[in-house]
């Protein structure tokens, strides 16, 4: 117990400790004019005394390294000293989830083909699966489900907040549902991911100084879909996979979502656009603390019946409540496709809100020639950071 609280408060305390430093090397080299560090110019500054409102500000895109980093420190720490031996199973995991961290680097910093990222990630999925619990032909099946989790976690990165919140509450679950089952590796290391994503929420509170990019993203998807397996691959197949998708129903919600808005609209399922979750939530007119909290809301909600069906405490038909709510989201998605996205290079019209007089002073977004008012860049024409 004692050391599980000092690895927490270690965790916690390095990531926010190094995702200020990396924030700080990644401002310096982007404005020197290093590639790849900050994210495209899509996220509005607050409005203050020399920012007006709607400008847009550039993000640096390197605090998935403070994550993964102090993950993996602190949670090999307890295993080199013996005060929490992860075991083998948990330390393939983990070996597994810093390549998928470097893998995720690599796109934030380089233009890596999609391929490329997506065969990264499933080499590592195909190691992190216990076969001998689960068989070949179950093993395969739970590696995809793995890299399908894994690419829809990057979606939550697409909002300030959205991705530390949802982390924190899904590794906290995970945490009790591990040690219920008596895996006290794995539950110390889903503690200390726990603590990591904390940390490093303190900096990505909107307005978010820093974003976790591919690289924090997808590690901490991969660790989360991996120890689900992990957890629930000796247990009964109905409380197991019950359980399973309500720890992470948001993110199936938001694969759901999509998928069905894009078949929907005609668009091709693997092409980005800004149609996910949070997205929708933004253009329905919620704030970016507002997204947060709803997105939080949810996760925990899951979270607590996936919980609750390993413990014993609801049965597996509990799911189905989970399903449902699933369902829905993904018949909104058919109802309401989402706008299109723009293609590269074209630039979108926007509509005259207001036209300010002669020498009038200006009042909120910036200007564009003639007059117009350009909507925020975060609500309209889809003018959002997309996966």
Not at 12 to 39: D, E, I, Q, V, Y
Not at 118 to 132: C, E, F, H, K, R
Not at 229 to 243: D, M, N, Q, S, Y
Not at 362 to 383: I, K, S, Y
Request: charged share 10%; glycine share 14%.
């Amino acid at each position: 117990m004692l050391y599980g609280i000092a690895a927490a408060t270690a965790a916690l305390l390095l990531t926010a400790a190094l995702t200020a430093l990396l924030r700080s090397l990644a401002l310096r080299l982007g404005a020197a004019g290093g590639p790849g560090l900050l994210s495209a110019p899509t996220r509005p500054r607050p409005p203050g005394p020399s920012v007006p409102s709607g400008r847009e500000r550039r993000v640096p895109l390197l605090g998935g390294i403070a994550v993964a980093g102090a993950t993996a420190l602190v949670g090999c720490a307890g295993d080199w000293t013996g005060a929490a031996p992860l075991g083998p199973e948990t330390g393939r995991l983990l070996v597994a989830a810093l390549v998928v961290a470097l893998a995720g680097l690599a796109a934030d910093l380089l233009p890596v083909p999609p391929v490329l990222r997506l065969t990264a990630v499933a080499g590592a999925a195909v190691l992190a699966v216990p076969y001998d619990a689960l068989g070949v032909p179950g093993g395969v099946l739970a590696a995809g489900w793995i890299v399908l989790v894994t690419h829809a976690f990057r979606s939550l990165d697409q909002s300030d907040g959205v991705l530390g919140t949802v982390g924190v509450v899904t590794a906290f679950a995970l945490s009790g549902c591990a040690a219920a089952e008596v895996m006290d590796g794995l539950a110390a290391l889903l503690s200390v991911l726990a603590a990591a994503l904390t940390g490093f929420l303190m900096h990505a509170w909107p307005p978010a100084r820093i974003a976790a990019g591919r690289c924090g993203s997808q590690f901490a998807g991969f660790v989360l879909a991996s120890a689900v397996v992990l957890v629930h691959a000796e247990r009964p197949a109905g409380p197991g996979f019950g359980a399973a998708f309500a720890l992470t129903a948001v993110v199936s919600a938001d694969a759901v979502l999509v998928l069905v808005s894009r078949r929907r609209a005609g668009r091709p399922v693997l092409r980005s656009a800004p149609d996910h979750l949070v997205h929708r939530l933004r253009r329905a007119g919620l704030t970016r603390q507002g997204v947060m909290v709803v997105m939080g809301l949810a996760a925990f909600a899951g979270a607590l019946v996936g919980l609750s069906i390993d413990l014993g405490w609801l049965g597996a038909r509990a799911a189905l409540w989970v399903a449902g709510a699933v369902l829905l989201v993904g018949a909104a998605g058919a109802l309401r496709p989402g706008p299109r996205p723009r293609r590269p290079g074209v630039r979108p019209r926007s509509r005259p809100h207001a036209i300010p007089a002669p020498g009038g002073p200006a009042t909120g977004a910036a200007h564009r020639p003639g007059g117009l008012l350009r909507p925020p860049a975060d609500v309209a024409n889809g003018a959002v950071k997309v996966p």
